[in-house]
Nanobody
Framework: QVQLVESGGGLVQPGGSLRLSCVASGNQFRYYDMGWYRQAPGKERELVARISSSGTTYIADFVKGRCGISRDNTKNTVFLDMNTLEPEDTAVYYC??????WGQGTQVIVSS
């Protein structure tokens, strides 16, 4: 069982930036592909970005150029860097490990 704890969400103005972090429990983190998803009110959960255990990344088209994903295996942490945030980015952002484990989410609100 892997526990995932997200942090870094909050209220940010349009055009602002945030760094989300997700810390995983255990000692198998480096073997997991990791992902960030988001779910806006009334919408389905959607993939934002993924990073494989070897460091290969995927960024969804709707955030490409504005988001980056990275990981620090020494700290069991995966990051999502978001820039030039838009109100449409408002959602709960979830961390996922190995297509099996999910965090509780961190709320991001983009509003002036």
């Amino acid at each position: 069982q892997v526990q995932l704890v997200e942090s870094g969400g909050g209220l940010v103005q349009p055009g602002g930036s945030l760094r989300l972090s997700c810390v995983a429990s255990g000692n198998q983190f480096r073997y997991y592909d990791m992902g960030w998803y988001r779910q806006a009110p009334g919408k389905e959960r959607e993939l934002v970005a993924r990073i494989s255990s070897s460091g290969t990344t995927y960024i969804a088209d709707f955030v490409k150029g504005r988001c980056g994903i990275s990981r620090d295996n020494t700290k069991n942490t995966v990051f999502l860097d978001m820039n030039t945030l838009e109100p449409e980015d408002t959602a709960v952002y979830y961390c996922e490990a190995g297509n099996m484990y999910w965090g509780q989410g961190t709320q991001v609100i983009v509003s002036s």
